[in-house]
């Protein structure tokens, strides 16, 4: 795993798809090593997919988080963290990155999903608007 590659030794990251699968707990451990491995002048880019994965919605956002995190929707396998564009680009600053969202793919309206989100998946307006961006990121000085 990561554990294993040394401080500085990788230029490039680039992740497809897999952000928003990491559960939220598990998110700042693995910036914080890819902000270890990743050379002083290294990049990262990464495609995140912010709508719900069954319905291109946002469905996924009914649920509490409790029953989100259960086991029954991680055997299901759709299992996303439900971060918007600003608390994903607010963790990788928080991890020690600068980030530069140079592509987003913005719905013109809210795309299907519940009126009111439950509380749990409350997240900035904005957010909810944006279905997939890339992040550029890299080492802040």
């Known amino acids: 795993m990561l554990a294993a590659i040394p401080d500085g030794a990788v230029d490039l990251v680039v992740s497809e798809a897999v952000l928003e699968h ?82 987003a793919v913005v719905w013109p309206r809210r795309p299907k999903g519940p009126h009111r989100p439950h509380p749990d998946a409350m997240r900035p307006l904005a957010d909810d608007l944006v279905a997939r961006a890339v992040l550029e990121v890299r080492m802040r000085r």
């Open 22 to 103: 990491v559960r939220r707990s598990d998110l700042a451990p693995l910036l914080a090593q890819l902000r270890r491995v990743t050379a002083p002048d290294g990049v990262g880019i990464h495609r995140i997919d912010f709508q719900d994965h069954l319905g291109g919605g946002l469905q996924h956002l009914r649920f509490s988080d409790s029953f989100w995190a259960s086991a029954l929707v991680g055997k299901a396998g759709i299992y996303v963290n439900r971060l918007g564009l600003s608390a994903m680009v607010g963790r990788f600053r928080h991890a020690g990155f600068t980030v530069e969202v140079p592509e």
